[in-house]
């Protein structure tokens, strides 16, 4: 094809732009003196660069009767990251949204964000401007006005409005407990060699430095002077979008992401408060067909800097979204491409799945850059972190042997991994369409990649198996989603109804849905929104998943490694394996005084909120307490001299945070108190704990704290005997500390408090009436001192070390949203 060709092929001709600014010619102007010296590129602003002085003139409409000389939608992102899954300044990131105007007040231009989620949308004018002076803006910046020119436009330097810390860097790493960082002013500037000016948006960049004398792991691990961090920060100004795009009413039950918006024109007996749906512009060619090509469709390019095979797998997986739009009606309107070579991918015109590099092990993202006045997506950009599929390698190595790498066929770990990728790149693609997670899709035959799936192990003549670990394709929920967020209906409340009506008829079929934040709090009420979950029957799964560990744990070695890879390894790669369990165990734990609660409106067949029933709960229960038995959590005898290696050469932060704690000497017993410390933590967090007091106050026959806490305290005192009588004693430390603990906490209330502080009072005076003999009396006397000292009780759950550190959970992380 001959390059004229290819102008011709309307998809193609932006991607051959791409390499270039469109538009933009580099010409000497000397229209005022505030030029002088400056190269003109002519894009959705005139823009005037001097690279021998660092500035960057814009040239700004003439100001309105308002003072206003333009409105954008601006946004910024990075160029270049810290690398610190912890700290989150990655490559790519982006932040929210904001709607610009440049106003001239006197000698001076200040930059505003203005706030649009207070309005009085479709009012006569006094109205409208009543509520738009009725919140506060943000003015972020003020610059000189460096000179006008002939047609009254005005000229400003924004070099210092590019070098703010416009990205939260600061509190970034002081979140992450790298404390003092400040941004340099000296060491921070405007590049005037990144300017690149488009017909509907301009990007510009600054390098930021941010010093501190005090600086924390992350920064000593990660850059050359630790007191010095830059990076580069991106900057775009964004034509705003043509009228016409249809807002979305949210739904509570369509599984979608929202904007809060306040609409002061609301006639009464209408809420001001609503939710606008966030979603691309997707328009039919044929309006009247019941599916048609579209005017623009959405397109998704896979970062270049992805390797293969994770590029081909990333972009297979991304292509799953595909049959739900034409099942939504749209046909070729939702395609994946490799990013073409030169493509910038922070510029806003390309959807980018992002391959993102860090230091440690992190969680991947799928943002947006949305219009915060309507809700349109205008950009999709997803962070894929690199060294998940590492992690990931981790597990499946451990569970089938190193030596299935590169192998083929169903147990080998490479293409488990690429398995994953694939659900993974339509997962976080998904975030940046507009759908948000569905964490009860596991427990309905994995009706969605929303959720986040667990490996699913299964015991093929007697070895673990990985052949169905991971699903492919999207799911029946992720179809329902396409439609109802994408589908066509009719415009206005005919419209409304007709969305209405899917996802009515979608929450009376039975279709599960639960959000992050019925997910994620420990103490969840929300039996179905377990995350890394499986299974319809969350206890049911929880006993065959201990089945499977105790065969992966009886069959790990060395097998797990590679030929020459240090033995030290060994001691990384048991984590995940002896902690095959945690969270099957957390979903399990959250039968226990679970509510079945929808997130449903009037008139919905499912309008009530259950509370588990009893036989279900105290089967889970059971189930949860199993996980305690000394000899399921004590570490096979032959594997216990291979997991104490010595290490040598620089010291490795990915490994140091992800084994257990106890040097180069493997420590059984810290293995075993942080498995306990997990099952015991799961079934004593105060909400939970709190709703076993309300629903047996309300029903008697459901269980109470009471129950709960004498299961457990039963179940932790069991007789033990032989080499399950150490790892007996630490459990029951777990206990007594675990419950002390939630006893003080604020959020306990005061009849959980009660209830333990009683249990535990008759704890210690059952030990102190039969110590029993040797180390075992030692061990009862010391824990009913303990108990009956509540200033040393206090002093022992203020130490340090009093709990062994937890390595990092999730198989992808610690904690996060996406």
């Given at each position: 094809m001959t390059r004229v060709a290819w102008l011709c092929s309307g998809a193609v001709a932006l991607v051959l732009m791409a390499g270039a600014p469109a538009l933009a010619r580099d010409k000497p102007q000397a229209e005022s003196s505030a030029t002088a010296g400056a190269q003109r590129q002519d894009g959705l602003l005139p823009v005037y660069v001097d690279k021998a002085k660092g500035r960057i003139l814009l040239s700004l409409p003439a100001p309105d009767a308002d003072g206003v000389s333009g409105r954008f939608l601006y946004l910024t992102a990075l160029r270049t990251g810290m690398g610190s899954a912890p700290v989150g300044l990655d490559r790519a990131a982006i932040r929210e949204t904001q709607v610009l105007v440049f106003r001239r007040i006197g000698k001076k231009v200040i930059a505003e964000y203005e706030n649009p989620r207070f309005r009085a949308a479709g009012a006569p004018a006094p109205e409208q401007t009543a509520a738009r002076e009725a919140f506060a803006t943000s003015t972020v910046w003020a610059g000189e006005v460096a000179g006008t020119e002939g047609d009254g436009r005005i000229l400003v330097d924004i070099a210092s409005f590019l070098t703010r810390d416009v990205m939260g860097a600061a509190d970034a790493l002081k979140g992450a407990d790298e404390k003092g960082y400040r941004l340099v002013p000296d060491l921070s500037m405007a590049d005037p060699s990144s300017v690149r000016v488009f017909p509907e948006n301009l990007e510009f960049e600054a390098r930021q430095t941010y010093q501190s004398d005090t600086p924390g792991p992350e920064s000593r691990n990660i850059a050359p002077d630790a007191k010095l961090i830059t990076i580069q920060v991106r900057h775009s100004l964004v034509k705003l979008p043509e009228p016409g795009f249809d807002t979305r009413k949210f739904d509570p039950r369509a599984g979608v992401f929202g904007g809060v918006v306040l609409d002061y024109a609301a006639p009464l007996g209408e809420e001001i408060v609503g939710q606008m749906a966030y979603r691309f512009r997707l328009e039919k060619t044929d309006p009247t067909a019941a599916k048609s090509p579209v005017k623009k469709p959405i397109v998704f390019y896979v970062d270049r800097a992805a390797p293969e095979p994770i590029r081909t797998a990333l972009k297979e997986g991304a292509s799953w979204w595909a049959q739900a739009f034409e099942a939504a009606g749209y046909l070729d309107a939702y395609r994946v491409e490799i990013l073409p070579e030169g493509v910038d991918p922070l510029d806003v015109r390309y959807n980018v799945i992002n391959w993102v590099d860090r230091a440690t092990r992190g969680w991947s993202v799928g943002q947006s850059v949305k219009d915060p006045r309507t809700g349109e997506i205008l950009k999709g950009s997803v962070l894929l972190g690199a060294l998940r599929v590492r992690q990931d390698m981790?597990?499946?190595?451990?569970?089938?042997?190193?030596?299935?790498?590169?192998?083929?066929?169903?147990?080998?770990?490479?293409?488990?991994?690429?398995?994953?990728?694939?659900?993974?790149?339509?997962?976080?693609?998904?975030?940046?369409?507009?759908?948000?997670?569905?964490?009860?899709?596991?427990?309905?035959?994995?009706?969605?990649?929303?959720?986040?799936?667990?490996?699913?192990?299964?015991?093929?003549?007697?070895?673990?198996?990985?052949?169905?670990?991971?699903?492919?394709?999207?799911?029946?929920?992720?179809?329902?989603?396409?439609?109802?967020?994408?589908?066509?209906?009719?415009?206005?409340?005919?419209?409304?109804?007709?969305?209405?009506?899917?996802?009515?008829?979608?929450?009376?079929?039975?279709?599960?849905?639960?959000?992050?934040?019925?997910?994620?709090?420990?103490?969840?009420?929300?039996?179905w929104g377990g995350l890394w979950d499986d299974g319809s029957d969350p206890t049911a799964e929880l006993t065959r998943m201990m089945a499977v560990r105790r065969v992966a744990l009886d069959r790990f070695g060395t097998a797990a490694l590679k030929t020459g890879e240090p033995m030290a390894n060994l001691r990384r790669k048991y984590v995940p394996i002896y902690l095959l369990h945690r969270y099957q165990l957390e979903a399990a734990a959250k039968q226990v005084a679970g509510v079945e609660y929808p997130y449903g409106v009037k008139g919905d067949v499912h309008d009530a909120s259950p509370v588990v029933p009893a036989a279900r709960q105290r089967a889970a229960l059971e189930a949860v307490l199993a996980t305690l038995k000394p000899s399921e959590l004590d570490t096979p005898e032959a594997l216990i001299p291979l997991l104490s290696a010595g290490q040598s050469g620089d010291d490795d932060r990915q490994f140091e945070i992800e084994v257990f704690d106890g040097g180069p000497v493997f420590d059984p017993l810290t293995a075993a108190d942080v498995a306990a410390g997990l099952t015991i933590g799961a079934?004593?967090?105060?909400?939970?704990?709190?709703?076993?007091?309300?629903?047996?106050?309300?029903?008697?026959?459901?269980?109470?704290?009471?129950?709960?806490?004498?299961?457990?305290?039963?179940?932790?005192?069991?007789?033990?005997?032989?080499?399950?009588?150490?790892?007996?004693?630490?459990?029951?430390?777990?206990?007594?500390?675990?419950?002390?603990?939630?006893?003080?906490?604020?959020?306990?209330?005061?009849?959980?408090?009660?209830?333990?502080?009683?249990?535990?009072?008759?704890?210690?005076?059952?030990?102190?009436?039969?110590?029993?003999?040797?180390?075992?009396?030692?061990?009862?006397?010391?824990?009913?001192?303990?108990?009956?000292?509540?200033?040393?009780?206090?002093?022992?759950?203020?130490?340090?070390?009093?709990?062994?550190?937890?390595?990092?959970?999730?198989?992808?992380?610690?904690?996060?949203?996406?």
């Open positions: 981790l597990i499946f190595e451990g569970l089938v042997g190193a030596d299935k790498d590169g192998t083929g066929g169903p147990n080998d770990p490479v293409q488990v991994s690429l398995s994953r990728l694939r659900q993974l790149a339509a997962h976080e693609v998904g975030h940046s369409l507009g759908f948000a997670h569905n964490f009860a899709g596991s427990t309905q035959d994995r009706a969605s990649v929303m959720d986040y799936p667990a490996p699913r192990v299964t015991l093929l003549a007697g070895k673990p198996d990985l052949s169905d670990a991971y699903g492919v394709g999207l799911g029946a929920w992720d179809k329902f989603i396409v439609d109802w967020l994408y589908g066509q209906v009719p415009a206005g409340k005919a419209g409304e109804a007709a969305l209405a009506a899917k996802a009515k008829a979608e929450a009376d079929s039975g279709a599960r849905y639960v959000t992050d934040g019925d997910s994620r709090p420990p103490g969840a009420a929300q039996p079934l004593t967090t105060p909400d939970r704990l709190k709703r076993l007091v309300e629903q047996h106050r309300r029903d008697p026959a459901l269980p109470g704290a009471g129950e709960v806490l004498d299961r457990l305290l039963t179940k932790a005192f069991a007789p033990a005997s032989g080499r399950d009588t150490e790892i007996a004693r630490r459990v029951q430390t777990r206990a007594v500390l675990e419950m002390a603990g939630v006893s003080r906490r604020a959020d306990t209330s005061p009849a959980v408090s009660a209830e333990i502080d009683q249990r535990l009072a008759d704890l210690a005076a059952r030990l102190k009436a039969s110590p029993g003999e040797g180390s075992d009396r030692a061990h009862r006397l010391r824990l009913a001192a303990l108990i009956a000292d509540r200033d040393e009780m206090a002093r022992v759950l203020a130490a340090p070390k009093v709990k062994p550190t937890v390595p990092p959970g999730m198989p992808i992380g610690d904690d996060g949203e996406y």
